[in-house]
């Protein structure tokens, strides 16, 4: 057991303690370099943040890098604090936060031991905030050995931006979730925008796989989500579900809910979902793909392969007698007088060349349950005004391979030369042979064309630059904010 070196560079035993004693003395920025070997974390300690209780808490900028290889490394810490436990947390300070310093996982092997909470937290900016945490990167980890309980490998919570890049859950419940603060009044802060698809400001969690080494019998492997003001990018992901009997769904984007009369205290909606070039394998019969229930989404380019039909549902959650009521008339401030913030109801979302089976699969608006999964918002297919006076347009577009911008409408895909040159507002075009933001893989392409105004084209989203920069692949920018729904 020990710490030795200085700043820079300090190496540690895996053990809790040594690790620990080199992030006290290390200074910001640091790297510290944890030695091959085996090490059972057992105690817990209450993290700066005087929240959370962890095995290790990293509150400022530094580098925790295992021996390696990538993936299956050779330093491997196992669970010893029991199922309902936080291993790592992430909790930056005000200082790491205004200097928006990386904090940076790398090369461990995490052992869940049979059953963890959270084996990573993160925990960005409060909702009052000026900017939120930017430039975490969790990568070359290989997470194992979940429950089937409600064991997540990586929960983000309030307002950070950062990657999750090339690790590999094997056996694993919930790999993935994006939380923000689950406050109306983030909503309602500036500094929590830009509004727009294709940003930096965004969780990224890419050229990640998630599989089952052995059986894996658990209803909802697999699965992700996001919601209370999170925002999330899940891209050229494998997952695959072979070894796990259980069928599930994969993602679920949650809206607004349990605003029923006199409750302020319900969940606010995720703020962007774009979710795509992920490849999706099961052996079950999966009964749905996606489930898609509030703001902005961009699903395109995701194929499942499955002995199924699995369908991508769009729902925004019901009105009261429900006790999940989330439609715009029922949100309330903090304080419980009537809402004064944006519009959080589904909107703006395009769902495109989603296969199943090599099959192009679009979503349908969920309607007709007396439960809690209905549509009575007013969210449709190509898109409707609010009925709430809002003047937003709540909807979805599906892919028309016979888009003529007129009788047929919805979304077109092909060459931009192909487009035609009539539209109607809210439509897009998918334009294959354009964009420059792909530079690994296949290198594949496309940008997206938005019907602004009638017989009218903008260019509305370019997909951000994968890899993404924060990875060591190039430069990143982080845009200004702006107003929503621009």
């Keep these: 057991m020990a710490c030795t070196g200085s700043s820079p560079t300090w190496t540690s035993t895996p053990d809790s303690a040594s690790i620990t004693t080199c992030l006290n003395n290390a200074s910001r920025n640091d790297t510290i370099n944890v030695s091959a070997g085996s090490a059972t974390w057992s105690t817990g300690t209450l993290c700066p943040d005087g929240v959370t209780t962890a095995a290790l808490c990293i509150s400022k900028g530094v580098k925790l890098v295992g021996a390696g290889p990538a993936q299956n490394s050779a330093t491997i810490i196992t ?23 990386t904090i940076r996982i790398e090369n461990f092997t995490l052992d869940a031991n049979g059953g963890i909470f959270r084996m990573i937290s993160v925990t960005g900016a409060p909702y009052n905030n000026t900017k939120p945490y930017k430039n975490f990167l969790i990568t070359g980890n290989l997470f194992r050995n979940s429950s089937c309980s409600n064991d997540t490998g990586i929960t983000v919570g309030s307002q950070a931006r950062g990657v999750i890049w090339k690790n590999t859950f094997d056996r694993w419940m919930f790999p993935f979730r994006s939380f923000g603060s689950g406050d109306q009044r983030t909503w309602q802060n500036a500094a929590y925008y830009p509004f727009s698809y294709g940003s930096a400001d965004n969780i990224y969690f890419e050229t990640n796989t998630v599989h089952n080494s052995t059986t894996f019998s658990c209803n909802g492997g697999g699965w992700m989500e996001s919601g209370q003001d999170g925002r999330w990018v899940v891209r050229f992901n494998t997952i695959d579900e072979t070894n796990n009997a259980a069928a599930t769904d994969f993602q679920d984007s949650h809206g607004t809910q349990n605003y029923y009369p006199g409750s302020p205290n319900g969940q606010t909606s995720t703020m962007i979902t ?14 749905r793909w996606a489930l898609i229930r509030g703001s902005w989404n961009f699903f395109f380019d995701n194929n499942i392969t499955s002995p199924g039909n699995p ?18 008339n029922y949100i309330q401030n903090f304080d419980g007088t009537a809402w004064t913030g944006p519009d959080m109801t589904l909107q703006n979302s395009y769902i495109i060349n ?7 699969r679009g979503a349908f608006a969920h309607t007709g ?24 347009i709540y909807g979805f577009w599906n892919q028309n391979n016979s888009y003529n911008g007129t009788t047929q409408i919805g979304v077109g895909r092909g060459t931009l030369a192909a487009r035609p040159a009539t539209c109607t507002t809210g439509d897009g075009w998918w334009a294959t042979d354009q964009g420059s933001w792909n530079s690994g893989g296949s290198g594949v392409q496309g940008v997206f064309y938005k019907c602004t105004a009638t017989n009218t084209w903008t260019l509305y989203y370019t997909p951000y630059l994968y890899p993404h920069p924060l990875t060591g692949t190039s430069s990143i920018t982080y845009p200004a904010p702006s107003p929503m729904f621009s």
């Design 79 to 101: 669970n010893g604090l029991g199922a309902s436990a936080v291993l790592i947390n992430l909790g930056p300070d005000a200082t790491t936060i205004a200097n928006s310093d």
């Design 274 to 287: 774009e979710w795509y070039r992920n490849t999706y394998i099961t052996p079950n019969s999966y009964f």
């Design 311 to 328: 369908y991508i549902d769009v729902l925004q959650y019901a009105v009261p007698p429900d006790t999940t009521a989330g439609c715009y």
């Design 354 to 360: 989603n296969l199943t089976n090599g099959v192009l």
């Design 369 to 392: 349950d007396t439960g809690n999964h209905n549509n009575n918002c007013g969210v449709v297919e190509n898109g409707a005004l609010s009925p709430y006076g809002t003047g937003v």
